[in-house]
């Protein structure tokens, strides 16, 4: 999934050492803030310190984020995690579309295989006995 907006906080960076394997570890998390009639802030996380390093996500840079959302349970408790894989600068690429709560209107556009509902039928005429949809 991808993200465009501005980013509005850059949180300090965790650390630490991997209790099972021993390795050093190092993460990120920023708030990403997507323009919008209501805008929408997203906090994703880069991990490992040669992404955070090559990213190198600054305070009010205009970005595109690309990240995966996966959850984990601790404690009987489940949380979300967005983790960023790719992040490219300046305005969105042609072909990657927005992020929408919903896709835009078309007037009579014609059924394709891919939608959900079927196509809307005209009335079978005026003072039809088989006027129920059932």
Aim: aromatic share 10%; hydrophobic share 35%; proline share 10%.
């Amino acid at each position: 999934m991808d993200l465009t907006g501005k980013i509005i906080a850059v949180l300090p960076a965790n650390s630490g050492v991997s209790s099972r394997t021993g390795n050093a570890w190092m993460s990120q998390e920023y708030v990403i803030e997507v323009p919008g009639q209501y805008p929408r802030k997203c906090l994703f996380r880069v991990f490992g310190e040669d992404r955070i390093k090559q990213f190198n996500i600054q305070n009010g840079e205009e970005l595109t984020i690309s990240f995966d959302i996966d959850a984990h349970e601790y404690n009987g408790r489940w949380f979300n995690e967005i983790r960023a894989y790719n992040v490219t600068r300046g305005a969105a690429p042609a072909a990657a579309p927005q992020a929408t709560p919903f896709p835009p209107q078309q007037a009579a556009a014609p059924q394709d295989a891919t939608s959900p509902f079927p196509p809307a039928q005209e009335p079978a005429g005026e003072g039809s006995a088989d006027d129920l949809p059932f």
